[in-house]
DNA sequence: AATGAATGAGGGTTCATTCAT
DNA sequence: GATGAATGAACCCTCATTCAT
């Protein structure tokens, strides 16, 4: 009975936790970090200021949950898990989209790490850590064995994975947060599908050119 | 002579602006906007607090200032109008240089940019139409060259640009602003160069096959 | 029946509230009243936090019965009826032991006595009627069979029982919550030894008689 | 000039930090520490909120000066200096009269430290450094004078000197502090002499009977 | 009887902004 | 023009008290 009770219980902590980080996620996507009181965030929430220390230690301690709670990772896992030696020319267009879509899908929690993940350098690292690097991995070990199989060239294959999902990133800054899509609409398709066309093929319009030398400009 | 006095007051008036933004950039870059006070900034400029609002009518109009006064394009702009018809081959390694130089000139502005920007509708917009697109729009006018030229194939050209400048762009913030050279090292050569030639190449092995097709996925 | 279970229910609530007051003036001591959360005071009796108000109406009542509960009386009651008709020179310096004794093991109550009455007059005028005034009258009992008999001089009884018990609850305060006896130590018996010699002859060299002997303290 | 301004601008930093002092003290002395609000004490002195931060640290850093800043010791020196080699018959009453009129004009100061210093062993070691041991030093160097001119008898004289003093504390304490004065009154007069009296002559009836050696009891 | 989640008033502190000198 | 003392709104956080379970 008391484990019933103490299972119930903490369903029910995990569940306010929830409610005050969504809650949280959603004032500070519009106010930013300092922007959003506590008791915004609480009532937010639907419950009192007092009552949002009783989940969180401080306003602090907020963000790092806040960004552990939500990365690309999972989705993209599944993505690139289910391409298995699939070839890249079909592939780097699925990822695309899947990168694309999540982004768009995550443009609060992209604004809350641009803003306040640089200012804090503990979280910085935990960040490229927890979210960056695992993702850049994720593609890396996908593009690896692609030149395994010689379907790609041999290039650094982690610099390349980040500059690949990097394109989508600042399509989602400009576009999206920075409010580009007002000023010079951009279709999704146009933007994945150039992303894709550059990581796959480049921009030369002959590139039967042996490729790599040019690069020694 | 009262015409000499008002230009010599103007000049003053610059000039003490100017120690003000390269003090309040300093500030902000460690602090952030909210966290470097307006006394911080003063001193930090060797003038005292109320001397700050001679000169900027309040806290929040610095920033607007601040973000006019630095950008890419002056730099930019030389390089690009110094590449004339210069075959891209050539051409797109030295702008990733040049960019990636500048880029990690201004990581303090980048970590202003992206901090800041994002929760101010009035100078995201300024922002796009004031650095972002007119960059952007100099990369495009020397890739519509190339496309004219049938130097590079006929993609949409704005999009291109964006995406070869933006691989740049996230480097520096993962690389640099986010700490990721602590964890993974990348050399300057490592980065510009794949990204060079992935723009130029793309990362197929045997990029002979027509282009643009497999895109269709 | 009803009889025994209501009784058992009274010794039962005594316990508690016993615990209750035993757990607050340790927390009390170290952090003072406001210090003291009644959290903290109730995790210290080992019950929850509700469960205090189950037993005391608030946190501020909690101090009378606190105040209440500990007092020198019931020691020094039974070493002054031991007295008798002992003459003083004997019977001041056991005083002075008894008393000295008292204090010492009750220094927390001290301590919370000194921080906390003189700020609730209500407290004030209880602590000065049920502790002070009785432990003095006690005194005062004492000397005026003293001076009935001859044994002192005739002296306002009541001033001269409370300067005589004040001079050892100063050293206390000194000594031992202000921390002198880190810079000054005095021993049991320097103390005790003097006051109680201060108290039967005074300070004077020759009160008539030999001087210097008086020293043998 | 500047060192006019200068000096101009510290004595109005002075000024101030006296009339937050004294408002602080008023309501300490009536609402303890913790219940005095920044906001009342700074109401009190005349400014707003803020500007108590302009003249001390913090609310902590408040207690310090005004402890550091009332002491009977500017008093009691000039008291005891004056006495010279007068006979203890004659120094003992008016130092008892100076210090009781001493006492009660610093009532509000005896509360505060009462109050605050247990609690801090920082500022209790302090006091007892500053305050206490000076005092107490200045009886014992005249009571050892005393000693040398065979005018008292040979006693610590250092605890002796704590314990005159400290009979007069516990009055002010009783009396005026927890209010006993409504209940047993007791004249100045009566207070004074009676400590007096005692410290000098005791209060058996015949001090010529070999002193000390009862004691031994 | 016992619990502990929830509340919200209230406190210390910061800081953008004003204004008299 | 330059200064910096003064202001007070607003913030984060604590904790005594209540009440549904």
Same mark, same amino acid.
């Given at each position: 009975m008391a484990r019933i009770a103490a299972a119930a219980r903490d369903a029910h902590i995990d569940a306010r936790r929830g409610e005050l980080l969504d809650a949280a996620l959603r004032r500070i996507a519009t106010q930013g970090f300092d922007g959003a009181t506590v008791e915004a965030i609480a009532r937010e929430a639907g419950?009192?200021? *007092?009552?949002?220390y009783l989940y969180f230690d401080s306003k602090e301690s907020l963000l790092a949950a806040l960004i552990e709670r939500h990365s690309l990772i999972p989705d993209l896992t599944r993505v690139v898990d289910a391409l *298995?030696?699939? !070839?890249p020319e079909q592939a780097i267009p699925l990822i695309a989209r899947a990168g694309w879509r999540g982004l768009r899908e995550r443009l609060t929690l992209l604004r809350l790490v641009l803003r306040e993940? !640089?200012?804090?350098e503990d979280n910085a690292r935990l960040f490229m850590e927890r979210v960056i690097l695992p993702t850049n991995r994720l593609l890396e070990r996908y593009l690896d064995g692609c030149v395994e199989r010689g379907s790609i060239r041999a290039l650094p294959t982690l610099v390349a994975g980040r500059a690949f999902f990097g394109m989508l990133v600042v399509f989602a800054i400009t576009q999206e947060i920075f409010g580009g899509s007002d000023l010079v609409p951009m279709s999704d398709e146009e933007i994945t599908e150039t992303v894709a066309g550059l990581f796959l093929h480049g921009a030369l319009a002959r590139p039967n050119a042996a490729p790599g030398e040019d690069v020694q400009v």
């Open positions: 419950v009192a200021k *007092g009552t949002f *298995g030696e699939m !070839p993940i !640089p200012l804090r």
